[in-house]
């Protein structure tokens, strides 16, 4: 991998690219697949302080892309919980409400897949977006074929068909090979190269079906190096990365398999490739912060969500075409407006202070498990998310104390062991992971999973032994 600074982009030199003093926002009609081409509008438009959504131009289309895209992966359920858990099941009326409030408020990018909420979520976003004008939306998905079954040409295209059925579209504005890297290259080359799947979904992008083609990242550097490398070849209309506050300079240090986000932007823009934003909140690790975090960010904005500044991280960066946000209530969609109607840019000096806030927040070993869920179901019924953001969550809230002298210890091991059984059933904690691996290998931020489920458990015991 080539070495990150040779690539930087300095701050002062993309703050003065954003155009600040002179940009205005345009938010006339949508435009959908008939404004190919039509680029009359500067590519970052941002004015704070006059309600309406900020807009990126996609610099292949034309399309005017709300700066805030509506991730569909963690979707309302019934039972008040996100539809990625368990058996729930999703409320396709609070879904309707909440993607008509988002497009009423300029949201017009939905970015879905046939792997979220069980499978679920394309047939909902198809729902809740068809109730609207075509050309009042972008609609986002992938071939997500990481099962080895799907691996076949044939069913990798069934898979490709099924998402037009249910998003009810005949065709995909932004498609996207799917967390291309983990697995690395062989597994890379086995799903969209030794079949002719990438091959196919450059003919269905000439055809039309498919009006942009890019990829999301994640694992092995060598894949992304590697795809970008041959751009010439195969053009990328936009590539989704991980980026936040946090992984901008610190990712390798949280897990040694991950790249910064720094490197990943930056080669992107040398390329004129833009970047579509996922995990801006790390799953939503930045907005459930410990304690002295919070208050230090609060002290800076009061009037400001913790949220806010990660969000506003990653769309000060101007060949960001789009931030995901998985929103599952209404309140974050609606903080998420707020701060990108309009985006107000982070100055040097704040982006400075993120920085030196995450310096701080390496301090505290927290996992880096976002819930994505992609590691379940565990064939032993382990819920892993569930026992990771619980030792995050108390690490958090220092409640992880080993040493039984400490004074505030015999609060902390109350407080997990009783948050542990309430948050996981005993049939599903950490005691009963035999080592198999069988979910490493899906993790997008290279967990060693198996390792963290024991390291858990032994805490769990040593607190539980400390009566």
């Known amino acids: 991998m080539k070495e990150c600074n040779k690539t930087n982009i300095s701050r002062r030199k993309f703050l003065k690219t954003l155009g600040i003093a002179g940009a ?3 938010v006339t009609s949508l435009p959908g697949c008939n404004n190919k081409g039509n680029n009359n509008q500067p590519a970052n438009n941002i004015v704070p302080g006059t309600g309406e959504m900020t807009y990126r131009t996609n610099h292949h289309t034309g399309d005017r892309v709300s700066l805030l895209g509506f991730g569909m992966m963690r979707l309302p359920s019934i039972d008040n919980r996100s539809a990625r858990e368990g058996n729930s099941e999703i409320d396709q009326e609070m879904v309707n ?20 909420c069980q499978g679920k979520s ?6 809740a977006l068809s ?13 997500s074929n990481f099962a080895r079954s799907t691996w076949p040409r044939e069913k990798s295209i069934e898979m490709y068909h099924n998402s037009f059925k249910a998003l009810q579209v005949d065709y995909i504005d932004y498609m996207l090979l799917h967390s291309v890297g983990n697995g690395g290259m062989e597994e890379f080359e086995n799903r969209y190269i030794k079949n002719g799947i990438l091959d196919f979904l450059l003919e269905e992008r000439k055809a039309g079906r498919i009006r942009n083609l890019g990829f999301s990242y994640h694992g092995d550097i060598n894949v992304f190096d590697s795809l970008l490398a041959q751009n010439d070849k195969y053009k990328w209309d936009f590539v989704q990365i991980q980026m936040n506050y946090i992984d901008w300079k610190n990712a390798n240090e949280i897990n040694d398999r991950n790249v910064d986000a720094e490197y990943l932007y930056n080669e992107l823009v040398k390329r004129g490739i833009q970047a579509i934003i996922m995990e801006p909140l790390l799953g939503g690790r930045l907005s459930n912060l410990p304690d002295n975090i919070m208050a230090r ?9 913790v949220a806010s500044w990660a969000f506003r991280f990653a769309g000060t960066y101007p060949e960001v075409l789009t931030v995901l946000s998985g929103m599952t209530r209404m309140e974050h969609l609606q903080d998420n407006l707020h701060t990108y109607s309009p985006l107000d840019p982070l100055t040097d000096k704040e982006l400075d202070f993120l920085q030196d806030t995450a310096t701080l927040m390496m301090q505290y070993p927290t996992i880096p498990c976002n819930d994505c869920k992609y590691c379940m179901p565990c064939p032993y019924g382990i819920d892993i998310p569930a026992i990771l953001l619980h030792y995050n969550k108390c690490l958090n809230e220092g409640n992880i104390i080993t040493n039984p002298q400490d ?14 059984d309430r948050s996981v059933p005993k049939l599903r904690q950490a005691n009963h992971c035999i080592g198999c691996n069988q979910c490493s290998p899906h993790c997008p931020q290279s967990i060693n999973i198996p390792h963290e489920l024991h390291k858990i458990d032994a805490y769990v015991e040593q607190l539980k032994q400390s009566l």
Not at 407 to 420: F, H, V
């Open 24 to 26: 205005t926002v345009t």
């Open 97 to 116: 409400r909440m993607v008509d409030y988002a497009i009423e408020h300029g949201v017009n990018y939905f970015d879905t897949s046939p792997a979220y």
């Open 297 to 305: 960010l609060k002290q800076q904005e009061p009037e400001r969500s």
């Open 131 to 143: 109730r609207h004008p075509r050309n009042k939306y972008f609609v986002a998905t992938k071939l």
């Open 122 to 127: 394309e047939a909902s976003t198809g729902i």
């Open 407 to 420: 004074d505030n210890y015999s609060k902390a091991r109350r407080a997990y062991l009783i948050g542990y």
